[in-house]
């Protein structure tokens, strides 16, 4: 039996640019199902671990999506602590994610999205939010703007309040990359937000040597995961064979979540306005949560790239 969430399949549409190829699921959550790049002898790269068949063909759950591709966060990132916080005066309270008791990336992810334009290396999808029980209370439109380059990805989102009141605001992306043999990553933050263990931000202070990746280093073995602000808004993943993706964020993404799970052939580096309950925390007086607001008939614009260089040796 099929839940109330579920996503059901529909098309996928490719996208192609010099080496690069792409696949585009908006029935999936708006996903990207995968991103690759042909390097010498058209050996094929996938930088963003693929969706599988299966899941485009038959759909999935959309709160227990495969760990593929990217989707988009809207219009919060990660979690907020108990499905719950205040808002001018009026208590908020979330449908929590299953399992837990946090309310978890937003609404966007869970619904269909719609083309609005298609061309040979471009899309452009959209989402209209109503509000529904136990959910977000804000209605909202949301664009997502993907354009293929030969030299990579340019992707955008936007968040506009149609609802009659202030709302709170954030969002970012949420790619699953390829975890590989010999692979080094490097940014530069200086700031983390440690957690409880549900998961939850609870104040922000200076980076460790764990968690320090200014200069390239491999993931670790055990798992890792930390939230991140005042990072420099550059990422890059250096692959054993020469190829090399950089991920660049334009303001407001000026949070950045590093989940490199022990074990797995993926690793998530994430974009975000915000740190996770950043509403809940901004509420506790907290400085720095990345928290926006916006008015009614405001928009919110997110931008990400993704430049890939894929001579391999």
Known sequence: MQSQTWLAPGPVHTLRAGALT????????????????????????DWL???????????????AWPKTGCYPLLPF?????????????????????PGQPHAMHGVAHARAWAVEQLTASSIVLGLRYVPEVDNWPWAFTATQTLVLSPEGLEAVLTLRNEGSDDMPAGGGFHPYFVRTPGMH????????????AGEVAIRSEPITAREDFSNARALPGDALSVYYSNWQQQAVVSRADGATLTLRADDPLDHFILHAPSGQPYFCMEPVSHVADAVNLAEQGC???????????QTLRLRMQLRIEATVS
Do not use: Y
Not at 24 to 36: E, M
Not at 49 to 63: I, K, Q, V
Not at 188 to 195: C, I, L, N, Q, V
């Open 77 to 97: 990132s990660n979690r907020i602590r108990d499905g719950r916080f205040v808002w001018a005066g009026r208590e908020i309270r979330l449908t929590p994610h």
């Open 49 to 63: 671990a693929p969706m599988s068949e299966a899941c485009l063909r038959d759909g999935f759950d959309g709160l």
């Open 185 to 196: 990553v490097r940014f530069a933050a200086e700031t983390m937000w440690p957690t409880d």
């Open 22 to 45: 792409m696949t585009v699921a908006p029935a999936a959550g708006g996903r990207i199902a995968s991103l690759a790049s042909a390097g010498e002898g058209g050996q094929r790269i």
């Open 287 to 297: 400085k720095g949560t990345g928290l926006r607001v916006l008015m009614p008939g």
